[in-house]
């Protein structure tokens, strides 16, 4: 805990740190790795179900997650102080992120109030954080207040679910993250003072991008291993791969690039709105990269017949996904309407794919496979003309 020098005291206030130079620390990476178990538990869930039910439950669940993570890493950017009450508290919301990723298998039926307890578990501490800096970060209060109310509106409500059943439950668990989903949209509406740290951000949901993209490896080796190694799955966990490896490629070398750029070089992220279409725009992109991890296993274990119009859905609606979030991203930076709708480019023949279920299995995923090659290629061509066009 101490610095360098020994000198650094244990218990320090809260301070905004957005000038600071600094970037994702190794306690927010463990808190990571818990969110990741959950993105796995509930991509689990959604392969052992693949219908438009199943598919609903697992998108529902996956933004229940993400809005977590989400709001932990917008306190994080601002006033991540290192200090014991600080650790503590993100230590407590990794545990109760563990709960959430022991329940998240069936959150929806027989493990709903375990859910229900671990996430209100990252409520209530974060919301014990918010005071603490409401009361040390004075030239912050408004938009600390923004979000100490809504974070604690949205606690109780989802408290009351505990006492409540059947759909109602997941209802109220919806009113709970929408009433918090408000706290960033006002704060840019009412002009935000404590504005995001554009280094630190960018890093974080890259890091969250790398992990939910390591679902997309894993069903690779799942895929593989399931099969005995038939000729046809490895060739389709080749195949595969090349869809992984083609969804990062374009994430960190295209989107996440520009958007980087946009937030360090423009006018204030939060107050223009960037920071918004940053943020919300990483939900249809992160939710696409793992159901395609789901997808990908249908396909490897499923190469030449036999798979379901979940499973193929769970592959071509997954890229779409992400595809129409690195849209959403790249959007506030990109200086002609070409280089705004790139990524959308390929909507429509992923879509065709998803549509033909005649088609045989290896052959759809081979087709996605070059169909986000050439996005990329796109992508890097837009890139490089946007540099080379003054202004």
Request: proline share 4%; aromatic share 8%.
């Amino acid at each position: 805990m101490a610095a360098d020098d020994g000198t650094r005291p244990l218990i320090r206030p809260p301070r905004l740190r957005t000038e600071d130079d600094r970037s994702a620390s190794r306690l927010e990476l463990f808190l990571d790795l818990a969110y990741v178990l959950v993105v796995a538990e509930v991509a689990g869930a959604f392969a052992d179900d693949l219908t438009w039910h199943g598919a609903a439950v697992f998108a529902f669940l996956f933004t229940i997650t993400w809005w977590s993570w989400v709001t932990g890493t917008l306190y994080a950017n601002r006033f991540d102080t290192d200090d014991v009450v600080y650790r503590l508290a993100k230590l407590g919301t990794t545990f109760g992120v563990a709960v959430m990723a022991a329940a998240a298998a069936d959150a929806t039926g027989a493990e709903t109030t375990a859910f229900t307890v671990g996430y209100l578990v990252t409520r209530v501490l974060l919301v014990a954080l918010y005071v603490r800096a409401w009361r040390h970060v004075h030239d912050a209060r408004a938009t600390v207040g923004v979000y100490l109310a809504a974070t604690a509106a949205g606690a109780l409500v989802w408290a009351s679910s505990l006492v409540a059943s059947g759909t109602t439950v997941l209802v109220l668990w919806a009113v709970g993250i929408l009433v918090e989903a408000v706290a960033p949209v006002v704060v840019t509406r009412l002009g935000d003072n404590a504005p995001l740290h554009v280094e630190h951000l960018p890093e974080r949901f890259g890091l969250l991008v790398i992990l939910v993209l390591g679902e997309s490896v894993a069903s690779v080796v799942t895929g593989m291993r399931d099969t005995a190694w038939d000729p046809a799955s490895v060739a389709a966990a080749l195949v595969g791969f090349v869809v992984a490896a083609a969804l990062w490629w374009s994430y960190f070398d295209i989107g996440e690039t520009v958007s980087r750029r946009h937030l360090a070089d423009g006018d204030d992220p939060h107050r223009t709105g960037a920071g918004d279409r940053y943020v919300y725009g990483h939900l249809p992109l992160t939710l696409g990269l793992a159901a395609v991890g789901v997808g990908i296993e249908q396909y490897v274990v499923h190469p030449v017949g036999e798979l379901t119009t979940g499973g193929r859905w769970a592959l071509c609606g997954g890229v779409v996904l992400f595809l129409a979030g690195t849209a959403v991203v790249v959007a506030g930076e990109a200086r002609s309407r070409s280089a705004r709708v790139w990524p959308l480019l390929a909507v429509p023949v992923v879509v065709l794919l998803g549509v033909l279920d005649e088609v045989v299995p290896a052959a759809t995923i081979t087709v996605v496979a070059l169909v986000l090659v050439v996005t990329i290629l796109v992508g890097l061509g837009e890139q490089r003309r946007q540099v080379a066009t003054p202004g």
